[in-house]
């Protein structure tokens, strides 16, 4: 049986997140384990999901791209704390990126990325710090100790070129200075909508098309294939995120969901 749906931005957001909370390995590492969610916009959604508490997504940031003329001010902030969870419960006063040291084999770490190239399940992560940021502080950590990375990411987030050459292209100016932020190659557990969708329901997805008008630019439209009782599931999914209002507006005027 064959269907399809069409998500905003912001519903995309919420659907890998209800994916992401499903994941057979988050769960365990909830239950006798430790989960770290940096900050990020998908990652806010991720926090709800896996809580069941409501933040306010607007606070739990680091970096964003805007458009021109829009300032930051008022709009975003990184005034929450990291959410890092041991045994499902929260640890005060605890940083993601200093969670990793205590973390190993089992615990998951969730991290967001600023591009994606499907075709190779590569993400890309934007970093202007001169240090690496936040991939730069846990990378060699968490494959060391072989910590689950997992990489909730929207396919309107898919570039052309692989993320590998795209890093490549930009690390190649000698000339530029930091004007221009790099591209961290980054290998981990994809979770996109496709993966949210076959989490969470069982359907085989494909991502058909994207972009639109009046609130749809961004959006995809992924076509479904499954069983009937699947087909009727994510119609029921998709009630439940249909509507999610935009992660934030120019105005400031955000509502919680």
């Given at each position: 049986?064959?269907?399809?749906?069409v998500?905003?931005?912001?519903?995309?957001?919420?659907?890998?997140?209800?994916?992401?909370?499903?994941?057979?390995?988050?769960k365990?590492?909830?239950?006798?384990?430790?989960?770290?969610?940096?900050?990020?916009?998908?990652?806010?959604?991720?926090?709800?999901?896996?809580?069941?508490?409501h933040?306010?997504?607007?606070?739990?940031?680091?970096?964003?791209?805007l458009?021109?003329?829009?300032?930051?001010e008022?709009?975003?902030s990184?005034?929450?704390?990291d959410?890092v969870l041991k045994?499902?419960?929260?640890?005060?006063?605890?940083?993601?990126?200093?969670?990793v040291?205590?973390?190993?084999?089992?615990?998951?770490?969730i991290?967001?990325?600023?591009?994606?190239?499907?075709?190779?399940?590569?993400?890309?992560?934007?970093?202007?710090?001169?240090t690496?940021?936040?991939?730069?502080?846990?990378?060699?950590?968490?494959?060391?100790?072989?910590?689950?990375?997992?990489?909730?990411?929207?396919?309107?987030?898919?570039?052309?070129?692989?993320?590998?050459?795209?890093?490549?292209?930009?690390?190649?100016?000698?000339?530029?200075?930091?004007?221009?932020?790099?591209?961290?190659?980054?290998?981990?557990?994809?979770?996109?909508?496709?993966?949210?969708?076959?989490?969470?329901t069982g359907?085989?997805?494909?991502?058909?098309?994207a972009?639109?008008?009046?609130?749809?630019?961004?959006?995809?439209?992924?076509?479904m294939?499954?069983?009937?009782?699947?087909?009727?599931?994510?119609?029921?999914?998709?009630?439940?995120?249909?509507?999610?209002?935009?992660?934030?507006?120019?105005?400031?005027?955000?509502k919680?969901?």
């Amino acid at each position: 049986m064959l269907s399809e749906i069409v998500l905003t931005v912001s519903e995309s957001k919420r659907l890998i997140a209800k994916g992401v909370a499903s994941m057979p390995a988050v769960k365990k590492a909830l239950a006798g384990g430790t989960v770290a969610i940096a900050t990020g916009s998908t990652n806010a959604y991720v926090v709800e999901e896996i809580t069941g508490s409501h933040i306010e997504k607007t606070k739990y940031m680091t970096g964003a791209t805007l458009p021109s003329g829009v300032s930051r001010e008022g709009l975003l902030s990184r005034q929450l704390p990291d959410v890092v969870l041991k045994h499902g419960q929260p640890a005060e006063n605890a940083s993601a990126a200093e969670a990793v040291k205590h973390m190993g084999a089992g615990d998951v770490f969730i991290k967001g990325a600023n591009a994606l190239h499907y075709e190779t399940s590569r993400a890309g992560v934007l970093t202007g710090h001169p240090t690496g940021g936040t991939v730069g502080a846990v990378i060699g950590t968490i494959i060391a100790r072989r910590i689950r990375l997992v990489i909730p990411v929207g396919l309107e987030k898919c570039v052309a070129e692989p993320i590998e050459d795209v890093s490549a292209f930009i690390r190649a100016d000698s000339e530029g200075g930091n004007s221009v932020p790099s591209v961290w190659p980054l290998d981990g557990e994809i979770i996109t909508e496709i993966e949210a969708l076959k989490i969470l329901t069982g359907v085989d997805a494909m991502h058909s098309a994207a972009g639109g008008l009046a609130g749809a630019e961004g959006a995809v439209r992924l076509v479904m294939r499954g069983s009937r009782e699947q087909i009727e599931q994510v119609a029921e999914l998709a009630n439940c995120i249909h509507g999610e209002p935009p992660f934030v507006s120019p105005s400031g005027e955000n509502k919680l969901r």
